[in-house]
């Protein structure tokens, strides 16, 4: 597209340590009149496929085609995203980053020992929302941008990364009703809903849009600490047939695959033995009663030890990524869920009810 079409919104923000960097906003006018978007990624320091689906998005969006405006704010939390990390620590020792080893096994530790879900830090910025400038520089960027971004828009969306190997979507119980519709045409297999939350949760961006008359979901591409490109597809796909769902880009909205939108009913299948895991179904797959989830091997005479098999018809809700099973760990969740993806979306039970 013509980058004369794009005006940039941005503002310079000074953090604790002195260093000064700007924050950015593109807003793309459409030729025609039509709602107004705003979509947003990179708030966690270690989530970069979203950096880089809403970078590609405001080069290749015609405005010639466009009805409505975009507002795309692709790098939230610079600094963050500079030091491949979850959270800008502004206050702390930047150096310990340098011993920093992640894995997904630790997504709770903290090098700094803060404590992932401790409110006293508040160095999360996807905690901060609408605006906490008194607990530093990214309480003051989410205040900046709820302004320039949110509040001028109808429909917000968050793209994340999360450790799993598929992506899913995640919407807030609080506005689920109006929200569960449209997200689903974002086209991933899996809508999670968040329990009501605590008063730390209740600073995520999605629950915080939904307490307006806007809307708001949150996408979770697959992968951390680095960019699955599969989902940068996916993600293009998907943005794009939101906005088509929205009347801002021409042609009508489909859905390449089932979208199940998860219940409360859910089950955790735990090792009994010790040995290699083999599993027959991926995430977010539906299952029968009695279906073969996995096995487990001997590792050294490769004999089986134990079969794993869904207690109900459902969802695989997660599966275990690590290779060897020791016995009490989770090997995976089995869900109730509800197919969304139709226009009468029938719940499997009559007991059936979102998750809350």
Request: glycine share 8%; net charge negative.
């Amino acid at each position: 597209m013509n980058t004369e079409r794009i005006e940039w919104l941005s503002k310079d923000f000074t953090d604790a340590k002195g260093s000064t960097f700007p924050v950015c906003v593109a807003r793309i006018v459409g030729d025609s009149p039509g709602p107004t978007l705003g979509l947003i990624s990179g708030q966690h320091g270690m989530e970069h496929t979203g950096v880089h689906v809403l970078r590609e998005l405001i080069e290749q969006i015609d405005p010639a085609v466009l009805c409505g405006t975009l507002l795309v704010c692709p790098a939230a939390n610079p600094q963050a995203l500079l030091l491949d990390y979850e959270i800008y620590p502004e206050r702390e020792d930047l150096s310990k980053l340098d011993e920093y080893f992640y894995s997904r096994q630790r997504h709770a530790y903290c090098v700094f020992a803060l404590g992932r879900s401790d409110t006293k830090t508040m160095y999360n910025m996807n905690r901060l929302w609408p605006g906490k400038p008194e607990h530093g520089v990214a309480g003051q960027i989410t205040e900046w941008i709820w302004a320039t971004l949110v509040e001028p828009a109808e429909v917000v969306i968050d793209l994340h990364c999360c450790g799993n190997d598929r992506p899913h979507l995640l919407v807030s119980w609080e506005g689920h009703q109006k929200v569960v519709p449209l997200a689903r045409y974002f086209g991933f297999r899996w809508i999670k809903t968040a329990d009501h939350p605590s008063e730390y949760h209740k600073g995520k961006l999605h629950y915080q849009v939904n307490q307006t008359d806007r809307r708001c979901f949150t996408v979770e591409f697959s992968r951390q600490h680095g960019v699955n490109y599969d989902d940068i597809v996916e993600g293009h796909r998907g943005l794009r047939n939101v906005m088509r769902a929205l009347g801002m880009l021409p042609g009508d909205p489909s859905i390449l695959r089932p979208v199940w939108w998860q219940g409360a009913k859910s089950t955790q299948l735990a090792a009994e033995a010790q040995g290699h895991i083999r599993f027959y179904v991926g995430w977010y797959e539906p299952v029968a009663a009695g279906q073969l989830i996995c096995e487990i091997f001997d590792v050294p005479t490769s004999g089986k030890l134990q079969e794993v098999r869904a207690p109900f018809a459902g969802v695989v809700g997660g599966l275990d990524f690590r290779p060897i099973a020791c016995p009490g760990e989770t090997l995976c969740w089995v869900n109730d869920a509800m197919r969304v993806d139709v226009q009468n979306p029938t719940p499997p039970s009559d007991d059936w009810s979102a998750k809350h």
